[in-house]
Nanobody
């Protein structure tokens, strides 16, 4: 299994951008699908974006479509989440996850490995 470490979170103002990174080690990153999820205080974990092992299949939650972009670099063993036009409602802990089956899925239960999360806070 891969080990995942997120980075890039922080406190920004509404309208700003952030790029989250998810560095993988200990496994064959290029065969895993990668997903991003988030969880705000008092709320359930929410799907954000997912990308298949090849990068050919990508899915977004409606709430982030057009603002967020998921990508991956199979040479650097890293997945990314570019977040633009951030809103206060995007405030949450963001987690990356890996699914050994390789195809993108929006269901958190399908993912085998999780990072520790990175806090994203958007001020209004």
């Amino acid at each position: 299994q891969v080990q995942l470490v997120e980075s890039g979170g922080g406190l920004v103002q509404a309208g700003d951008s952030l790029r989250l990174s998810c560095a993988a080690s200990g496994g064959t990153f290029s065969t895993y699908a990668m997903g991003w999820f988030r969880q705000a205080p008092g709320k359930e974990r929410e799907f954000v974006a997912a990308i298949s092992w090849s990068g050919r299949n990508i899915y977004y939650a409606d709430s982030v479509k057009g603002r967020f972009t998921i990508s991956r670099d199979n040479v650097k063993n890293t997945a990314y989440l570019q977040m633009n036009s951030l809103k206060p409602e995007d405030t949450a802990v963001y987690y990356c996850a890996a699914d050994r089956r390789g195809w993108a899925t929006i269901n958190w239960i399908d993912y085998d490995c999780w990072g520790q999360g990175t806090q994203v806070t958007i001020s209004s």
